[in-house]
C-alpha cells in the first residue's frame, strides 16, 4: 500500500495536443491516430495518420508527389494514398484527389 504525502498535487497531463477539427463532428487525434467521426472511431495505421496530419498541415491541403517521398523516405507513396484513401471510404465529405498531375488534395466538404 501507498500513502500520498498531502503536499503533493494532483498533476494533470493532456494525452492528446494535435487534434484536428476536420469537420463538424469528423475529428482526427494524431496522437492516438485515431478519426472520430459521429460516434465512432477509426484506429489509423501510423504511417496513415502522418500522411493524414502533413495533409491537414499543409496549405490548402495539398501535398506535392515529393513531399510525400520525403515524409516516407520511399517511392511507395502511392500506397500511403490508398490507406488513406480507405480510412475515408465511409466518410462522405472527406476524400482524397489527384491534384493538377503533381500531387494529391485533401477535399473536405464541410457541413454547415
Not at 24 to 44: S, V
Not at 72 to 84: E, G, Q, T, Y
Request: hydrophobic content about 40%; overall charge positive; cysteine-free.
Amino acid at each position: 500500500i501507498f500513502f500520498r504525502k498531502r503536499w503533493q498535487k494532483n498533476i494533470v497531463v493532456p494525452t492528446s495536443v494535435h487534434i484536428y477539427q476536420m469537420d463538424q463532428d469528423i475529428m482526427f487525434d494524431a496522437d492516438l491516430r485515431k478519426l472520430i467521426f459521429g460516434k465512432e472511431e477509426i484506429q489509423i495505421l501510423p504511417q496513415t495518420a502522418i500522411l493524414l496530419k502533413h495533409f491537414l498541415e499543409a496549405p490548402d491541403y495539398i501535398l506535392k508527389d515529393e513531399e510525400i517521398k520525403k515524409i516516407f523516405w520511399s517511392d511507395k507513396s502511392h500506397n500511403a494514398i490508398s490507406r488513406l484513401r480507405r480510412v475515408f471510404e465511409n466518410v462522405p465529405s472527406i476524400e482524397i484527389q489527384r491534384y493538377e498531375n503533381i500531387g494529391y488534395q485533401l477535399q473536405i466538404r464541410r457541413n454547415k
